[in-house]
């Protein structure tokens, strides 16, 4: 199983940006899907996710609003559009799938991700 997350890099304040992850090996449908960010010297934290069937979404509440994350189960891609970006966005984002018995309520827990990408950096200056 291989995550390939694309669409990075560096954007001013206010900016918009859309994150690609694509999978190969393992199709989307009946797992979660998340992406999560690691900013320098921090943990890793969630950022947001879509439950097994696609329905439902969670998000941090420091990108509610501002973030959306969706997924084609054709193309096995899933995606976050970042809008509003603001210096503290910056991060390197990767994008992971869940184990098959995750549900909602588990959905921020990393733990609960049998998969990740290898990350895409999104710089935001000021």
């Known amino acids: 199983v291989q995550l390939q997350a694309s669409g990075g890099g560096l954007v001013q304040a206010g900016d918009s940006l859309r994150l690609s992850c694509a999978a190969s090996?393992?199709?989307?449908?009946?797992?979660?899907t998340a992406w999560f960010r690691q900013a320098p010297g921090k943990e890793r934290e969630f950022v947001g996710g879509?439950?097994?069937?696609?329905?439902?979404?969670g998000y941090a509440d420091s990108v509610g609003g501002r973030f959306t994350i969706s997924r084609n189960t054709a193309k096995n891609t899933m995606y976050l559009q970042m809008n509003s970006l603001k210096p503290e966005d910056t991060a390197v984002y990767y994008c992971?799938?869940?184990?098959?018995?995750?549900?909602?309520?588990?959905?921020?827990?990393?733990?609960?991700?049998?998969?990740w990408g290898q990350g895409t950096e999104v710089t935001v200056s000021s």
């Open positions: 992971a799938i869940a184990r098959r018995s995750t549900i909602l309520s588990m959905i921020r827990i990393p733990d609960q991700y049998e998969y």
């Open positions: 090996g393992l199709a989307f449908s009946g797992r979660a």
């Open positions: 879509l439950t097994r069937g696609g329905q439902n979404t």
